[in-house]
């Protein structure tokens, strides 16, 4: 793994420019951080619009990208009405939101991350929270809870799978006023939490957990995704023809509603995967990191084609499968999303 800190740099920096500073590491490593995914914060004290010494938490906004970052994309919020919180029982996710606005200390900032609270609740002034690849290798399994304790033994927290809100916060908070001496926090099905006194503390824990997460996987056997030789028929301008014709008739059926622009995309990578006998199951088994659900939702539509070129037939096959993928999102809406605080669903990629 390539890091991304220099000392150097990092030593004229304090505050706010030094928690910019650590959040771009962080997002430059695509093992770490996909575009709009994780959240980083850290906790000072400042003065306020009368000039009285504030404790605060300045927290990135939802929604930005960690690679690029800049100083305005982070929301100053009074840590003190944050942390009373503490002592609540239960918060719907429209309380929260509505709470964090009230501590809000600069009107117009961003609109703070839905994962504000659990950095509020950890006591350390830096924290940084990834869905990194290699952890999520881990989370993502039948058996995670073993083998957490296999790689990191009992100074890292374990925290069972809950949607991103007050609960999920507040079983880190509770964790750690437990357990005082831990290193880090894993999120079941989720990702990492670290935390550190400086920013190089908090992202080098990130580096170290990651870490042996993957010399762990490795030594076990595991290996990253193998590259397979294309089975995808025709030539690419042969290629290139049907998918006009389904692209014609997807944007009818996508676009009942409201217009839809397609990109139609051939890149290697994607030509492998579908080169895979497996590429259906796969595409089926759920996102690895929650960094994908921000931009694809939870499944795609995994379209079967029939063989002919005839148009009446691709148009017949996209519309059925169209509908077919409307109706399980409708019914994996009302099962899963609509419940404030549903449980992981438990799958294992196919072998
Ligand atoms: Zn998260």
Redesign the pocket.
Known sequence: MRRYWSDREAARLEGLDALVYATRAIGQDPELVLWG???SSAKVTMKDHLGRATRVLWMKGSGSDMRNIAAKQFTPLRLDELGALMDREAMSDEEMVAYQTKCTMEPGAPKPSI?TLLHAFIPAPHVY?T?ADWICALTDTSDSQKMIRQVYGEDVGLIPYLR?GFTLAKLVGEAIRKQPGLRAIV?DK??LVTWGDTPKAAYQETIRMVQEARRFILHKGGRPGRVRTLRVPGTPRERRERAAAVMVALRGAIGRDERMLLLHEEAAEVLRFLSDPRAKALSQVGPFT?DHILHTKALPLFLELPKTDALEAIDQAVRKGVEQYRQAYARYFERDLAKPEAAAPQREPPR
Do not use: D, I, T
């Open positions: 995914g994780g959240n994962e929270h869905h991103p999120l989720h990702g929650p």
